[in-house]
Every structure is written in structure tokens, then in C-alpha cells.
């Protein structure tokens, strides 16, 4: 069946959904990762791996969804001593110390608040744009874009239009973990479901924001819903395009109480090379493929590299949501250069919006 697949590839055909089943089901994992490698040299030609030195900060971590995988969460009637929802003033000593430490991008994210009215995120906003202005704000992801709405009784397209006016551009793809239905019931039944993940990626995209999909695996789905999954996201960047990279990692079972229920055990290396090789032949519209030293172990995201990923993430200074499941890993830039480095590729700095802006072994690309 590889044949075929690779076949259809050099006549250039779109894989349909049996040849995805096909990819992350049975294919000689050696196999379709080489033929993924040929397509990711194919799109990216020149050997560089880029990454973006960026930060994940964390606002709030009460939260009304109760999803069974988070170990984050406080409840969000929470008053214990390790429950909390940072102020704006809070919020921007933490990005001054990463701009200190070379930030261009901080990536924030946190629980589903009720109690955060939707002038608490314009505000986070404005001030970061005002305050630092070579920071890219990577705000909030759809669960808590859903959370918005709700609260303040608006449309996604408005909530939107009102985070743009207030300096937004970017989306990052987080809260997508298995875009089906029926897995989103048994693992976080009080969370948005699939077609509202799509729906705010939509209006996101309508209104002029690019991001990121992403994918939470491990926890119980099966082949048919990971397929599911890749074509949901397919689908959508064939309708609005919005989206730069395709981001998967696996469950963290720590401390969570999906964890427990299936005995702590996690998706092995062999799994995750196999979605990456699976994502760079099926997602034909999406430009980049993220490999992850972060969720996976640095020498798995080196590894998968040459299975089809061209991006190496971000730094991740801070890091808070898997830490709390007991996964806890770090880096520097000189590391993320060295890793890549012996990988094989040349390491480039970029900006959120996957622009190289500095390409290392080499000279600055000109401004």
C-alpha cells in the first residue's frame, strides 16, 4: 500500500482518507517516514530547521471544563492556596523578564475563567503591544476564545475583530487534543466540542488571524479518529488557509485522572514519528510540520526531523500545564542550535509568523 501511496505522491495526487488510515495504521514506519523526509526536502529545500525563542505564561489556572487529562486545573470556585488569576500589571513583569531573556513571541494560555470578563483579555493585549512592542502576543486558544463568547454574549467573529483592534494577529491551535465528538465527550464532556474548535479557527481565520493546528494523542482514541482528526484540519485550511503549521504531542499521563484510568501509560516514540511522517504526506496545504524536543524528548524531536518536521518549535522558557503532569524538560537557545546542529540541518531563528529572521552557520538574512 506505500507504493500507491508513494505513487500518487510523485503524480502528484492528494492522499484521500484510506491512504491516512493506511499511514498511521500499518505502513512501514522506516518506509513512509524516507518518503516523508523526500516531501519535507521537496518543500524546504536547503536543510534549515527553524525554531522561535518565545515563552508559555500562564494567566489563570481556574477553570470550569474539569477536562480528565489536565493536571492544571484548579476548580474555578477554587480559594486554596495554589489557585490563581494574575492581573494585567501581573501579566507584563512576566513578559518583561522575557523580553529580557530574548523573547520575541510569548504564547499565553490558561484555565476557562468565568469570571474574566472579556475587557481582561483587550486589556492584556493593548498593554503588551504598548508596552512591548517587538513582542508577538500568541494569546489564548479557541477553549478560552469559546469562553469569551460566552461570557460576554458576543459571536466568535466579534470577539475577533475586538482582540484585532487591540493588536492581535495569531492564534496558537491548543484545546484541539482529538477533533471528534465522541472522544471529546469521554475526556473533557464540558469542554467546547469539535465542531466549535473549527468553528473559532474559522471566524479567526475570516477575520485575518493565522496560527497553528494542533493534536493531543494518546489517550485512548483510535486509528479512525486520528484520520478524523487530520481531516478536519485539512479541510479547513482548504476553506480559509490560515493555518502555518501542524503541531501533534503526546498525552502526559501525570497527576491526571485519565492518566490513572489508563494505568499511566503514554505513546511511545515509534507512535510519534509515525503521525509527523503521516502529517508532512497528508497535509499537502500546510507549509510546516513541528517536530517537539519539548513533549516528546529531545532526541525524538532530533529523530523526527528526518521524519518530516522542518520546525523545531519554541524555547518554552516557561512552562507550566505539563509540568503539573509530571513532564518536565528544558532548554536554551545555544541547546536548540546544538540539537538541531547534529541533527544534520542548519538552525534559523524565526518570528510567529514562521519568517526566518536569522539563519545561523550563515549570515543574517538581509531586513
Known sequence: MIERIDAKLRRGERLDLDDARCLLDDAPLLEIGALANEVRRERHPGGVVTYVVDTNLNYTNLCDAYCSFCAFYRPHTSTADDAY?????????????????????????????????????LAMVRETRARFPGMTPHYWSAPEIYEMAKVSGLGYRQVFEALWDAGQRTLPGGGAEILTNEQRRRISPLKMDADEWIAVHRAAQRVGFRGTATMMYGHGESVDDRVEHFQRVRDLQDEAGGFYAFVPWSFAPGGTPLGRKLGGLRAQANDYLRIIAAARLFFDNVDHIDASWFSEGKKTGQVALHFGADDFGGTLFDENVMQEAGHYVRTSVEEMRTMIREAGFTPAQRNTHYEVLEVFDGAPLPA
Open 85 to 121: 488569576t494574575h492581573t494585567v500589571d501581573d501579566m507584563m513583569t512576566q513578559i518583561a523578564r522575557a523580553q529580557a531573556m530574548g523573547c520575541t513571541t510569548v504564547l499565553m494560555q490558561g484555565g476557562l475563567n468565568p469570571d474574566l470578563p472579556l475587557d481582561y483579555y
